[in-house]
C-alpha cells in the first residue's frame, strides 16, 4: 500500500505513512460520526422498555447513557484531533517537503534548460500545481480513500446484521457507480484539455510580458490580445461544457443514490410489519441510510478532483524525471586547459548541432571562436561549462571528464559573461557582488572600476546602493554589460567564458574594457565568442566553427593566409568598417 501511494503520487515514504495514517483516522471518525444516533436509539429502546416494564431500574439506564455520551464525546474529541493532525499538518510537511524536491531538482538540471518558456511552465509546477495538490491531499484524497474504505466496513457489518436490510441500503450502489465510471472517460478528457488549454494560456501571458516591447514597437497589440482573447473564449467555451456535462452524470448518479432511503424506508416497513425485525434494526438502518450514502457522494465529488491530481502529478513526476546533472562535489584539477575531443551534440532528437567536435583551449591563451551565426559558437561554449551534458565524446577541463563533476563545483572554476545579462532587483553593490559572496564593498568598487562601471554608478541617485529595477531596467545595454564583467573580475575565476561581451559598448568604452580584459584574462583559459575581428586579432588561437563542425584552426596569422572562411570574414569586416 505505501508503495503504491508512493509511486501514484509521487510521495516520499513518510509522506505514504501519513497518508495512511490519515485515510485510517478518517474512517474511524466517518464511523464514530454514526455512534451517537445508534446509541439514541438504543437509549429510547431501553428506556421504553423499562417503561413498559415498568421497572425501576430507569435511573440507572439514564445514568449509563449518560456517561456513555460523555466517554463517547471525549473519544471523538481524540478522534477528530488526530484526523486534523494526520490530514493537514503532516500534509503540509509533505508538500513542503515536495517543493523542495522540485526546488532540489531544479538546482540539478542542467543550466541552459532554463528556456522562457520552460520558466513559466516551471514555476507553475513549483507553484500552482503544488498548492492544487497540497489541497487535494489535505481536503480530498484522504477522504476518498476513507469513504471507500468507510462504505466497505459499514456494509459488511451491516450484512452480518441483516442481509435482507443492506440489499435495500446498498444495491444502489452499483447501479450509481456504473452511470459514474460510464462517465469517466469523458470526465479524464475533458480535464486533461482544459488543462492543457489553461497552460497554453499562461504561456502566451507570459510571452506578452516577456516581449512587451516587441509587441509594442511592432504595433502588435491587437494581433496579441485578439489571439490571446481568442485563447480565453476557448477556456471559458470548454469549461461550461465540461460543468454542464460532467455536472449532468453526476446529478444522475446522486438522484439514483438517493432512491436507497425510500428502498429501506419501505421494505424495512414491510420486514416490521412481518415480524422478521425489530423496531431498533429497523431505526438503526434507517439512520445508516441517512447517512451512508454521503461519503458515497464524497468520493463522485472529488473523483473529479482525483483525475485532475493524476495530471498535475503526472507533470511533477516528469519533472521529478528530468535527466539531473550530478557529479564529485570535489574537484581540483592539474591545470584549466579545457579539451573537447571528439564531442557530438544535439538539443533535440534527429537535429545534430555539433559533429566531432575536437579542439583545446589552453590555460594562459585566448581561443577564440569564430564563424557563420547559427554555427554553434554559443553552443561550444555552453558545453564547456557543463550547461548542457553531450552525447558522444569527452569535454574535459585539466585533462578530468567534466560530465564527472557536479556542476555548481564545476562553475566555481568559470567567469561566464553572456550576451543576455541577468540582474536582480537589488542594488548595484549586491548586484556585482553575486561575483564573489563575501566580496568587501572595496573589492566591489575596485572591480567596478575595472570594468568601467564607476563612473555611470556614482551618477546613479544612490550611487552603489541605488536599486536597478527588474532585470536592470534602469539602465542601458552597455551598463549592464559592463556590470556583468564587474562580476566576472570580481570572481576572478581561472576560467573566462566571454559571449559578445563587448557587443553593446560604444567605441571608447569598448577599447577602455579591452584593456580592463587583459589585466583580467592574464594566464587564464579564455574561450571568447566575437562578431568583431577586432576583437579576435589579438587571439592566441582562432577556432572556426561553421554548420556544427570545426572548418578552421590556428593563429590569427595562419588562418589569414589559408584565405578560408576566417580570411574572408575579416576582409568583409573591414571593407564595411
Ligand atoms: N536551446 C536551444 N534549443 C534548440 N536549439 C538551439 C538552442 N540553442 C541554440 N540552438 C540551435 O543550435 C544551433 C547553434 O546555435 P548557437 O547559438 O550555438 O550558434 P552561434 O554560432 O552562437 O550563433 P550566433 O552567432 O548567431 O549567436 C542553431 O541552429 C540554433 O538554432
Not at 508538500?95 to 532540489?104: K, Q
Not at 498535475?312 to 584539477?333: A, N
Not at 563533476?405 to 548586484?431: A, C, G, K, R
Request: contains cysteine; glycine residues 6%.
Amino acid at each position: 500500500m505505501l508503495k503504491y501511494f508512493q509511486n501514484k503520487y509521487a510521495m516520499s515514504e513518510k509522506g505514504a505513512k501519513d497518508l495512511l495514517r490519515s485515510i485510517i483516522w478518517t474512517v474511524i471518525m466517518e464511523i464514530s460520526f454514526m455512534v451517537p444516533v445508534i446509541l439514541s436509539f438504543k437509549f429510547l429502546d431501553e428506556y421504553m422498555s423499562t417503561l413498559l416494564n415498568s421497572s425501576n431500574s430507569q435511573k440507572n439506564t439514564i445514568l449509563y447513557y449518560v456517561i456513555m455520551s460523555i466517554a463517547f464525546f471525549i473519544v471523538m474529541f481524540v478522534i477528530a484531533y488526530f484526523q486534523y493532525d494526520s490530514a493537514y499538518t503532516k500534509i503540509y510537511e509533505e508538500s513542503a517537503r515536495r517543493r523542495i524536491s522540485l526546488a532540489e531538482t531544479l538546482r540539478k538540471l542542467p543550466l541552459a534548460f532554463f528556456g522562457k518558456k520552460d520558466i513559466a511552465d516551471l514555476s507553475s509546477t513549483i507553484m500552482e500545481d503544488a498548492t492544487q495538490v497540497e489541497l487535494l491531499f489535505s481536503h480530498s484524497v484522504p477522504q476518498i480513500y476513507a469513504s471507500v474504505l468507510t462504505v466497505l466496513i459499514m456494509g459488511i457489518m451491516l450484512f452480518f446484521y441483516n442481509w435482507r436490510l443492506s440489499i435495500a441500503v446498498f444495491w444502489v450502489v452499483p447501479v450509481a457507480a456504473l452511470v459514474f465510471y460510464l462517465s469517466k472517460k469523458f470526465q479524464d478528457k475533458m480535464h486533461y484539455k482544459l488543462y492543457n488549454i489553461k497552460r497554453d494560456i499562461s504561456d502566451k501571458i507570459q510571452e506578452g510580458l516577456d516581449s512587451a516591447h516587441e509587441i509594442k514597437s511592432y504595433n502588435r497589440e491587437e494581433a496579441y490580445s485578439d489571439n490571446l482573447n481568442s485563447k480565453l473564449d476557448n477556456y471559458e467555451k470548454y469549461l461550461i461544457k465540461g460543468e454542464l456535462l460532467i455536472g449532468a452524470f453526476i446529478n444522475l448518479s446522486y438522484v439514483l443514490l438517493k432512491l436507497g432511503l425510500p428502498s429501506v424506508i419501505l421494505y424495512g416497513a414491510y420486514l416490521l410489519s412481518t415480524g422478521s425485525i425489530d423496531i431498533f434494526t429497523y431505526l438503526v438502518f434507517l439512520v445508516v441510510s441517512a447517512r451512508i450514502y454521503n461519503p458515497i457522494m464524497d468520493v463522485m465529488n472529488n473523483f473529479a478532483l482525483l483525475i485532475f491530481l493524476n495530471v498535475r502529478i503526472k507533470r511533477m513526476k516528469e519533472m521529478d524525471e528530468m535527466p539531473r546533472q550530478e557529479g564529485k562535489t570535489k574537484f581540483y584539477p592539474k591545470n584549466y586547459d579545457i579539451e573537447f575531443n571528439n564531442v557530438d551534440f544535439s538539443y533535440q532528437d534527429g537535429v545534430q548541432t555539433l559533429k566531432n567536435v575536437s579542439f583545446i583551449a589552453k590555460q594562459g591563451e585566448v581561443t577564440a571562436l569564430v564563424g557563420p551565426s547559427g554555427g554553434g559558437k554559443s553552443t561550444l561554449a555552453k558545453l564547456a561549462a557543463r550547461f548542457w551534458d553531450i552525447d558522444k565524446g569527452v569535454v574535459s577541463l585539466g585533462g578530468e571528464d567534466i560530465s564527472q563533476v557536479d556542476p555548481e563545483t564545476l562553475l566555481d572554476n568559470y567567469s561566464i559573461v553572456f550576451q543576455d545579462v541577468t540582474l536582480f532587483n537589488s542594488s548595484v553593490m549586491d548586484n556585482i557582488r553575486i561575483g564573489k559572496k563575501d566580496a568587501t564593498d572595496n573589492e566591489v568598487i575596485k572591480a567596478a572600476k575595472l570594468a568601467r562601471c564607476h563612473e555611470f554608478i556614482n551618477k546613479l541617485p544612490e550611487g552603489y546602493d541605488t536599486l536597478i529595477g527588474e532585470n536592470g531596467e534602469r539602465l542601458s545595454g552597455g551598463e549592464r554589460q559592463r556590470i556583468s564583467i564587474a562580476r566576472a573580475m570580481l570572481k576572478d575565476a581561472p576560467i573566462i567564458l566571454l559571449d559578445e561581451a563587448t557587443a553593446s559598448l560604444d567605441t571608447e568604452n569598448e577599447s577602455k574594457i579591452q584593456n580592463a580584459l587583459s589585466e583580467l584574462i592574464k594566464n587564464k583559459t579564455v574561450l571568447i565568442i566575437a562578431h568583431r575581428m577586432r576583437t579576435v586579432s589579438g587571439a592566441d588561437k582562432i577556432v572556426v566553427i561553421k554548420d556544427g563542425s570545426i572548418v578552421e584552426t590556428g593563429t590569427p596569422s595562419q588562418l589569414k593566409e589559408q584565405q578560408g572562411i576566417f580570411a574572408s570574414m575579416v576582409k568583409t569586416q573591414y571593407q564595411s568598417n
